[in-house]
């Protein structure tokens, strides 16, 4: 089973950029997926779920299910692992989560993984805002992900090549690609996601 952990500011896009992934991993791919949310006091991806064992599971779309915890994730990423056995498993932190230390819990505790990436989505519009309001939040989120998103390419905000720019000199390493999740997402941008090395 692989895990794709992804994060991200609350409004970053998200749940939109997870469903496309979700939707080529089964559609063209033919793989199956589990979504874990974790999310705090919201919708998230379906509010009408259905209870099984502490871990709430609707049918999305083919070979795609949705899981919303009330248990610890640990325990939940083993009990899918059990019960469902996808192929994918991936988790939408809430978004003010700091996706590294769930990483790193995961990483430390579970072992029912073949590979693991963290994904995190940053909000172009609202990147400026952002940073001079919650830079340790921000920064915080990004820290440590193996892809960044940087989102609503399509949408009026600060010059991406700025944005991009400010990434890399908070770290070097970090992978960004640049996409608009409210338009199809090019394949190039999905195959970056789901790259697990």
């Keep these: 089973m692989r895990i ?4 991200g500011f609350l409004g970053s896009g998200k749940t939109t950029t997870i469903l496309q992934v979700a939707k080529y991993l089964t559609a063209i791919r033919q793989e199956t997926v589990a979504i874990i949310e974790n999310e705090i006091g919201a919708d998230g991806i379906d509010d009408q779920l259905f209870s099984h064992n502490g871990l709430q599971v609707k049918r999305l779309f083919g070979g795609c299910v949705c899981c919303q915890i009330t248990s610890d994730l640990i325990s ?3 009990e899918i692992y ?3 056995h996808p192929e994918w498993v991936i988790i939408e932190m809430t978004g003010l989560a700091y996706p590294s230390k769930t990483a790193k819990s ?3 505790y579970s072992d029912v993984y073949s590979s693991f990436k963290t994904v995190t989505v940053v909000d172009r519009g609202r990147w400026s805002e952002l940073i001079a309001m919650l830079k340790p939040l921000v920064l915080g989120q ?3 992900s193996d892809l960044i998103i940087l989102n609503k390419a399509d949408l009026d905000g600060e010059d991406i090549r700025k944005i991009n720019q400010d990434l890399q000199e908070f770290d070097e390493r970090l992978k960004v690609v640049i996409a608009s999740a409210a338009q199809e997402l090019p394949l190039a941008v999905l195959e970056e996601v789901v790259r697990c090395d």
């Design 142 to 144: 990004i820290a440590g």
């Design 106 to 108: 995961l990483k430390k």
């Design 76 to 78: 939940a990423v083993g």
């Design 82 to 84: 059990e019960t469902i």
């Design 4 to 7: 794709l952990l992804f994060g």
